[in-house]
């Protein structure tokens, strides 16, 4: 009998290099970014190492960075001053909002050598910190929120947006901002839908990235943690009314939807690894519990080889340089 030795895929690096299934690229990352008014500097998050909120003029520059490196793209997130927010968060479409301005002097920096993504929704803006505007028993009207969402997008293609990222989990949101973008002539803005958004205790650090205001819990709209085959059929939902591109959210614990989702899908599908991700990595490795690097690249090939085509990191510049 023949002795198999699978050992021989792995005798050197450059035989590993060669035997890879999976390889990491810059084109695959996004970086997301936050932008805040009311500073003069970029703005250390504690709970997030490494993580800035960032001025109009540091921003350009980091998608200069970004677009320089390679980098697939960058998706901004507006931090508005406190006392702009309101019940509907309308300074999220208002063409001096931060997230706006922001956009424009991105996309003023770096063209189309970068692809220039906003998150659409609400919660940055709204003084309750929902994703959504409220009904008379303080729960979400989706309808309202849905006409919200297309002037957000609306807003943010006319600021110079490539690509717009609803992620506030609304029923119909896609098609209504796909048909809002259309009419007003913006047919080539893409939609990257987070379409298996979970309701994840991981998202812990965001929420002090940009300042929340939320007043109890997402639960009845984004999904419950415990459901797999929900993930599938929200990115069919999403697909079916014209996304570009679907998301699950977060990434490395729920790589099981992941997958499921890439196996189906006819689209390019991302994964966005989320704050708390991060944070944990980081923390281990300031306390030398772990190798920062090594882990970094494990969680993100992870993640790859689950089945995404892109991953939105806050490591992903760092990644690209080290490629």
């Given at each position: 009998?023949?002795?198999?030795?699978?050992?021989?895929?792995?005798?050197?690096?450059?035989?590993?290099?060669?035997?890879?299934?999976?390889?990491?690229?810059?084109?695959?990352?996004?970086?997301?970014?936050?932008?805040?008014?009311?500073?003069?500097?970029?703005?250390?998050?504690?709970?997030?190492?490494?993580?800035?909120?960032?001025?109009?003029?540091?921003?350009?520059?980091?998608?200069?960075?970004?677009?320089?490196?390679?980098?697939?793209?960058?998706?901004?997130?507006?931090?508005?001053?406190?006392?702009?927010?309101?019940?509907?968060?309308?300074?999220?479409?208002?063409?001096?909002?931060?997230?706006?301005?922001?956009?424009?002097?991105?996309?003023?920096?770096?063209?189309?050598?970068?692809?220039?993504?906003?998150?659409?929704?609400?919660?940055?803006?709204?003084?309750?910190?929902?994703?959504?505007?409220?009904?008379?028993?303080?729960?979400?009207?989706?309808?309202?929120?849905?006409?919200?969402?297309?002037?957000?997008?609306?807003?943010?293609?006319?600021?110079?947006?490539?690509?717009?990222?609803?992620?506030?989990?609304?029923?119909?949101?896609?098609?209504a901002i796909r048909a809002g973008l259309d009419a007003q002539g913006d047919t080539d803005v893409s939609i990257l839908a987070y379409s298996a958004k979970y309701a994840s205790a991981f998202f812990g650090p965001f929420?002090?990235?940009?300042?929340?205001?939320?007043?109890?819990?997402?639960?009845?709209?984004?999904?419950?943690?415990?459901?797999?085959?929900?993930?599938?059929?929200?990115?069919?939902?999403?697909?079916?009314?014209?996304?570009?591109?679907?998301?699950?959210?977060?990434?490395?614990?729920?790589?099981?939807?992941?997958?499921?989702?890439?196996?189906?899908?006819?689209?390019?599908?991302?994964?966005?690894?989320?704050?708390?991700?991060?944070?944990?990595?980081?923390?281990?490795?300031?306390?030398?519990?772990?190798?920062?690097?090594?882990?970094?690249?494990?969680?993100?090939?992870?993640?790859?080889?689950?089945?995404?085509?892109?991953?939105?990191?806050?490591?992903?510049?760092?990644?690209?340089?080290?490629?």
């Amino acid at each position: 009998m023949v002795t198999i030795r699978p050992r021989r895929a792995r005798t050197t690096p450059a035989m590993r290099r060669l035997m890879r299934e999976v390889h990491l690229h810059p084109a695959r990352l996004i970086l997301p970014a936050f932008v805040a008014d009311g500073i003069c500097e970029p703005t250390a998050i504690a709970s997030m190492p490494g993580v800035l909120q960032h001025t109009l003029d540091s921003i350009r520059a980091l998608a200069s960075d970004c677009a320089a490196t390679g980098l697939g793209g960058i998706m901004l997130f507006g931090v508005p001053r406190r006392e702009e927010k309101d019940a509907q968060g309308s300074i999220g479409w208002d063409e001096q909002g931060i997230l706006n301005r922001a956009l424009a002097g991105v996309r003023s920096e770096v063209g189309d050598d970068l692809v220039v993504m906003a998150d659409t929704c609400l919660d940055e803006f709204t003084d309750h910190g929902h994703c959504g505007v409220l009904d008379e028993r303080g729960r979400i009207d989706n309808d309202r929120t849905v006409d919200c969402y297309v002037r957000l997008a609306q807003s943010q293609a006319a600021a110079g947006a490539h690509m717009v990222g609803p992620s506030g989990m609304m029923d119909g949101q896609v098609a209504a901002i796909r048909a809002g973008l259309d009419a007003q002539g913006d047919t080539d803005v893409s939609i990257l839908a987070y379409s298996a958004k979970y309701a994840s205790a991981f998202f812990g650090p965001f929420r002090e990235a940009v300042a929340s205001s939320l007043q109890g819990d997402r639960r009845t709209y984004q999904q419950d943690p415990a459901n797999r085959r929900e993930g599938v059929r929200e990115a069919l939902l999403d697909i079916d009314q014209g996304a570009d591109a679907v998301m699950v959210k977060p990434a490395g614990y729920y790589l099981d939807v992941l997958a499921d989702v890439a196996e189906i899908s006819p689209v390019p599908v991302a994964a966005y690894q989320v704050s708390g991700e991060y944070a944990m990595v980081e923390a281990a490795a300031a306390n030398g519990w772990i190798d920062r690097e090594a882990v970094i690249t494990e969680s993100l090939t992870a993640i790859m080889r689950a089945g995404a085509d892109m991953v939105l990191s806050y490591w992903a510049l760092e990644a690209a340089r080290q490629l």
